[in-house]
């Protein structure tokens, strides 16, 4: 806070508050925030009915709750006191900074992920083993996915979305996150909303899932992973595609080593995939960061030259869509460290071919 000149930070709803004390808010509106002073002092507001909730750490926070008829903007202001730059987490409600602005107009507010993003997205060896445990968990369930141990042919993308989340839970995760079952040409829209359409032999499914597993002290790290399954023989121009992003993935693995560019990491695989004569159709950036949240920095993508750190941790997930036909996309979580790129994630990275 020093080093950026940040007199206070304020951190509400979203992962920095877990992250930083332990503790995560409701997504409610009741304002709960940790002020934390630039000598250190850190006093964490929270509504009289969810104190009970709160983990208390005399060490690291105090406790200061308020009743339902107090006003929390007028106790959040009190606290805080008079400063002149405010650091306020990214997923804070609007509705709260709107009232901290009026009430403080000379503050000026600066975005909290300044000030947490590096501490975050820079994994201790605890924290990769806690993603190492999620992405095992994640990858058992893809394993039985590509060995046809997940029923499709006639099930609707929805009903296999459900199941995948079912056995995401059943393998240790305590919350699914998302589970995107994309068949034929629903494959070619990337967040595609799994539904109600049947999935028949002939065609592609795209399955990308992950959820979010707690380590030994309550904290969430998160999964995520796609792979592709067809049913039945894939027709030529598909398989062919699909060698192509294979070899791209690869080689975006392999030059995610410490000191390299992010945006390097995505052009290897971008100019491989538009060599093949795809250019037009990876339509994202390479990846995310992944931890606490199931996308956080760094991201993987043109335009940031950020250099890769041992620790820092993230997914490649290139994709090739074509509309109206088919998409593929094929992701691992990778861990960036001193002996090269250590991926998390160690399923069949071919295309599975189930029996139709
Ligand atoms: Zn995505
Ligand atoms: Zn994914
Ligand atoms: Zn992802």
Known sequence: ????????????????????????????????????????????????LEAPRVVERPSVFDVVSWDETDDPIELARSLIGSVTTAAIGDHTWAGFLVDLMKVLPAVEFRRASELTSPLRSVKDAAEVESLRA????????????????????????????????????????????????????????????????????????LCDFGGTMMDADGVGYCSDITRCVHV??????????????????AAQVAAAVVGQACQEVDRVGRAMIAEAGFGGNFIHRTGHGIGTEAHEDPYIVEGNCLELRPGHAFSIEPGIYLPGRWGLRLEDIVVANADGPDNLTDSDHRLAVIDA
């Open 1 to 48: 806070m020093a080093e950026q000149a940040v007199d206070v930070l304020l951190l509400s709803v979203g992962a920095d508050l877990p992250y930083f004390c332990g503790y995560e808010a409701m997504p409610l509106e009741r304002l709960t925030m940790l002020v934390v002073s630039r000598d250190g002092d850190a006093r964490l507001v929270v509504p009289r």
């Open 134 to 205: 999620a992405a095992a968990a994640a990858d058992r369930v893809a394993a039985d996915l590509q060995a046809g141990g997940i029923e499709l042919v006639g099930r609707t993308e929805a009903q296999v979305s459900a199941e995948l989340g079912r056995r995401l839970l059943a393998e240790g995760h305590q919350r699914v996150n998302f589970a995107i079952v994309a068949a034929g040409d629903n494959a070619a829209s990337p967040h595609h909303e799994p539904g109600e359409r049947v999935i028949q032999p002939g065609e592609v499914v």
């Open 232 to 249: 039945g023989e894939p027709p030529a121009d598909l398989a062919d595609a699909y060698d192509v992003l294979f070899e791209a993935q």
